[in-house]
């Protein structure tokens, strides 16, 4: 599925559409920094990269594809994947944002793709499917997509939804929530693997 979601924006940026940036393959040592060089604020994460991402990175271990209307997305080389996740997708130890006492967490998020306007595409990496692979959410600043530590719930039970069902890495609308916490369906990204 990788190859030909990659053949499709290839054809796109020929045609002027978009326009692509992209490093050789990530080796095997670049994967296994991904899978082991994220260090939470507090806690820890254990993931494998998903097979339809392990796809990507067998192509390219960064990837960029920039849309004709500002629309982003850039697919993080595993040096810039850490500070990404530490500075923008993981909280601080012992956030309580509701003040009843209960803390929580973002550290079932591993964020893979900046999107701009501190947006970042992350695996949800407690939730595989039946092949392996993850659901895929956008994880927006002020929006955490947050889970509480002791129970595992989500803070906003509407978060659970995720923006891809499955990372199949090809074009489809994501949902974005506002500050109301509804859903509204928008194409944050003119090329979204």
């Keep these: 599925m990788i190859h030909e979601s990659l053949a499709v924006l290839r054809r796109a940026?020929?045609?002027g559409t978009v326009?692509?940036?992209a490093s050789g393959?990530?080796?095997?040592?670049?994967?296994?920094?991904?899978?082991?060089?994220?260090?939470?604020?507090?806690?820890?994460?254990?993931?494998?990269?998903?097979?339809?991402?392990?796809?990507l990175l067998a192509e390219h271990n960064a990837f960029t594809c920039r849309g004709e209307f500002g629309h982003?997305?850039?697919?993080?080389?595993?040096?810039?994947?850490?500070?990404?996740?530490?500075?923008?997708?993981?909280?601080p130890e012992h956030t309580d944002t509701g003040g009843d006492g209960r803390r929580l967490s973002t550290n079932h998020l591993v964020g893979f793709a900046d999107s701009g306007a501190e947006a970042v595409w992350c695996f949800d990496v407690t939730q595989p499917d039946a092949d392996g692979e993850y659901p895929v959410y956008l994880r927006e600043q002020?929006?955490?997509?947050?889970?509480?530590?002791?129970?595992g719930d989500w803070e906003v039970p509407a978060d659970s939804a995720p923006d891809f069902a499955r990372s199949h890495w090809h074009w489809q609308p994501a949902r974005s929530r506002g500050s109301s916490g509804l859903s509204s369906v928008r194409r944050p990204l003119e090329c979204a693997m």
């Design 25 to 55: 393959p990530a080796s095997a040592d670049a994967v296994r920094r991904r899978e082991t060089g994220l260090k939470p604020h507090f806690g820890t994460i254990n993931w494998a990269a998903p097979p339809g991402y392990r796809a």
């Design 19 to 21: 326009t692509i940036t």
């Design 72 to 91: 982003d997305i850039v697919i993080v080389g595993d040096e810039d994947m850490v500070a990404l996740n530490a500075n923008i997708v993981h909280m």
């Design 13 to 15: 940026a020929e045609a």
């Design 142 to 151: 002020g929006e955490e997509r947050a889970r509480y530590v002791e129970s």
